[in-house]
């Protein structure tokens, strides 16, 4: 598998991801941004992240929303 070290989400797990999604606008806003149930309803990392993992729609709006948003 070739490295691809431009690429922004290069390194980037998907619970880090989260994690910094949650600390920046916290989960009632997230789940505004992003209406899935996981960010709405009860929502945890653990379980948001069993979602994400099996829901690729989901897993993309996450990324796509980091892109748009992180501060490197």
């Known amino acids: 598998m070739q490295e691809h070290p431009n690429d922004p989400l290069y390194g980037k ?3 880090k991801v989260l994690e910094y999604l949650v600390e920046r ?3 009632e ?3 505004r941004r992003i209406t899935i149930n996981c960010f ?3 929502p945890s990392i653990t379980s948001s992240l069993t979602f994400l993992r099996k829901t690729p729609w989901a897993r993309s709006k996450v990324e796509r929303l980091y892109l748009e948003t992180r501060v490197d």
């Open 40 to 42: 709405i309803k009860d």
């Open 13 to 15: 797990t998907l619970q």
């Open 29 to 31: 806003e997230l789940g």
């Open 25 to 27: 606008y916290g989960w």
